[in-house]
């Protein structure tokens, strides 16, 4: 099925599966890519990438993991999926005392993990 671009007084037909046109698509990309970019450079996520490069942090997930098998999020639905990251509940910003405080951790699926990164990277919401 054919739609018109979702772009503000725009009446070119939409990329296939998309909801702009390709001029609007790319220049939504572009601002999307260039905020990413600019995320990225802050202090704060130099010093999380850090943070999760320590292998200490990986034995520490995974162990996490092993004990908490199942989604938090999907659980509270009644949906039993398998978790595969650990969230910091409360966005550690590269805190350190706050990144390994255990009781601010909860297991996630994938899926919902990036739902929930995605709403504090893009919208500052915490949860």
Not at 105 to 112: M, S
Request: with cysteine; net charge positive; aromatic share 6%.
């Amino acid at each position: 099925m054919r739609k018109l671009c979702s772009a503000p007084g725009c009446e070119e037909i939409a990329e296939a599966g998309k909801a702009r046109c390709a001029v609007h698509q790319a220049e939504q990309d572009g601002r999307r890519a260039a905020q990413k970019a600019a995320a990225q450079a802050t202090p704060h996520a130099a010093a999380a990438r850090a943070l999760y490069a320590d292998p200490r942090w990986k034995v520490a997930a995974r162990r996490f993991l092993d004990r908490h098998p199942l989604c938090v999020d999907c659980g509270e639905l009644g949906v039993v999926e398998p978790a595969t990251d650990v969230d910091h509940v409360v966005p550690h910003k590269g805190d350190r005392v706050l990144f390994w405080d255990r009781s601010n951790w909860q297991a996630l699926c994938h899926r919902c993990h990036s739902r929930k990164t995605a709403r504090e990277v893009w919208h500052g919401d915490r949860g």
